[in-house]
């Protein structure tokens, strides 16, 4: 019997050498002696804390009860698996795979020998160590079961008495080593990057990820960002034993040249051994500049920029000067973003730029800013309502920059006159560093042109945290996180319960 290649992760596993047990004798039960034995008990507590979806139906049974069965003896155990069930069966696959594989020294059914395991019966199929010739055991080993149950809610498995007694190599060798997190990066493209990691010696807890734009780890040019893989998702559920794995963060903008880029991910080890490069890093993108529509607002000095929160990384698209031309001017950014509240108990949170109040319509959109969540000020009924409605805020910042050192937020125009600087916008103060034209690039403005941070601004999907990055600027809080006060709802999301707990990026 042939078994597929499974998402679901192995148990940690030791490091042996070449030497292994053979293949185990067919021990019949012989008494009655139904206590646990150490080595069953032993590879239960191996299976269930490796897949907490599993279940342990049992390692002993009373002497008066059935035929003749290994679990009179304490050595044999009903491993709860729903053959019907996708995630269940992607774990069984995984399971008996990892044992009957052969291990780097040329040892065929490795794990099954280290084991001491007997037999065991899966899905109307029984594998016997008795019948394996020391070959492949993708096949030897295996014949059709046709005992009355067909064992596709569970599998069963023997161990001869050496095993049972944990006198074969797996307890007799070294303990397990420290294992290297596994993950894959699923996507690298113009929307996002993203997937997953997992430590295995700390399964059901998040690690973080290292992302390396242009460049692998080590590469003085490269660019990195440090994630936490802690967002939830819910095809790793059966698959890792649990679901909070995954990360994301949004495509930087500043990559949006037309030109070819890389992205290099690492999984983080949680106790500090061996890190390792996901499955399918590298990956590469190309995107051009798709700049959206809007008016031009002008960030009017670097004290503004850094204010916002914005970032060169993230948040600053490089386009021609052409591109810039295409564009109305608008008023010029506020200084510093001000939300606000109604405390008439409405639960509609705006962002207040000049004269107007904008409208903050998702957790989503307030994460994608880096707005504070614990900045929301409640001003009364009266004065919120006095403002004249805007549009509401974008659902992602978009910066852009052309030849010269002018830097503007891509924005909606509500008919207020170009350059009216927009009530507390107004004017910009601090401007003189950064002029609206003239040639030079962003170094002239104290900015990051060049540089390898990807700290401050936004850019980043909901629920996963950005920790630091590799400038080793004291400003980055790592594990520092803000979230929505527990009583905050959205209105546009009308009927919908909103969980108000993703994450913003720290900075």
């Known amino acids: ?35 646990e034995k150490p080595g069953a008990k032993d590879f239960r507590s191996l299976m269930l804390a490796t897949y907490p979806v ?36 992607d774990i069984a696959s995984t399971a008996i795979n990892w044992l009957l594989k052969t291990d780097e020294h040329g040892n065929a059914c490795a794990l099954a020998r280290r084991f001491g395991l007997m037999y065991f019966i899966w899905n109307k ?21 046709t005992g009355s149950n067909p ?29 290297p997190p596994k993950g894959y990066l699923d996507t690298a493209d113009c929307e996002s990057v993203g997937g997953w990691s997992q430590d295995v010696d700390t399964a059901g807890s998040p690690n973080d990820v290292h992302l390396y734009f242009d460049g692998p780890a080590g590469d003085a040019a490269a660019t990195s960002v440090a994630l936490t893989a802690d967002q939830y998702r819910e095809d790793l559920c059966g698959a890792l034993g649990s679901c909070e794995h995954a990360y994301e963060v949004a495509s930087p903008l500043s990559l949006h040249d037309g030109q070819e880029h890389s992205v290099y991910a690492y999984g983080i080890d949680t106790s500090g051994g061996a890190n390792s490069q996901l499955t399918n890093s590298p990956k590469s993108f190309r995107c051009e500049p798709n700049v959206p529509s809007g008016v031009l607002r002008h960030v009017t000095s670097q004290d503004v920029f850094a204010t916002w929160g914005f970032s060169y990384f993230w ?23 001000v939300l606000a509240k109604s405390d008439d108990g409405s639960p509609a949170v705006y962002l207040i730029d000049g004269d107007v109040k904008r409208h ?9 800013w880096g707005f504070d969540w614990n900045s929301i000020e409640v001003w009364q009924a009266a004065d919120l309502a006095a403002l004249e ?4 805020v974008r659902a992602r910042p978009v910066l852009i920059q052309a030849s010269g050192p002018g830097v503007y937020l891509l924005d909606d125009d509500w008919g207020a006159p170009p350059g009216t600087g927009g009530g507390t916008g107004g004017g910009g103060g601090g401007g003189g560093s950064w002029a609206s034209g003239g040639a030079g690039g962003a170094d002239e403005t104290g900015g990051v042109a060049g540089s390898n941070s990807a700290e401050g601004g936004s850019g980043v ?34 009927g919908v319960s909103v969980a108000l707990t993703r994450r913003r990026r720290t900075r």
Not at 65 to 72: A, F, I, L
Not at 152 to 176: E, F, K, V, Y
Not at 324 to 335: E, S
Not at 389 to 392: L, R, T
Request: glycine letters at 10%.
């Open 1 to 35: 019997m042939t078994t597929p290649a499974a998402a679901a992760p192995e148990p940690p596993t030791p490091s042996f050498g070449a030497a292994i047990d053979g293949f185990a004798d067919y021990n019949s039960q012989s008494t009655c002696d139904p206590s």
């Open 54 to 89: 599993s279940s342990n139906l049992g390692i002993i049974r009373a002497c008066n009860v059935g035929g003749t069965s290994e679990h009179k003896e304490g050595r044999a155990f009903d491993w709860g698996l729903n053959y019907n069930d996708a995630n269940q069966r």
């Open 125 to 145: 199929q029984i594998w016997g160590s008795y019948r394996s010739p020391n070959g492949s055991c993708a096949t030897a080993g295996w014949k059709a079961y």
């Open 151 to 179: 064992h596709t809610d569970h599998i069963h498995l023997s161990w001869a008495w050496p095993g049972a007694r944990q006198q074969t190599t797996w307890w007799t060798s070294p303990l397990p080593s420290n294992q």
């Open 315 to 337: 948040d600053v698209m490089p386009v021609s000067d052409a591109e810039l031309q295409n564009h109305d001017p608008g008023d010029d950014v506020v200084p510093a973003p």
């Open 360 to 368: 903050i319509p998702s957790p989503a959109v307030m994460d994608a």
């Open 389 to 392: 409605q805007g549009p509401d």
């Open 461 to 494: 999907g909901p629920g996963t945290r950005v920790l630091s990055d590799d400038s080793g600027c004291s400003c980055s809080t790592a594990g520092k996180q803000s979230q929505a006060p527990s009583g905050l709802l959205w209105f546009a999301l009308a």
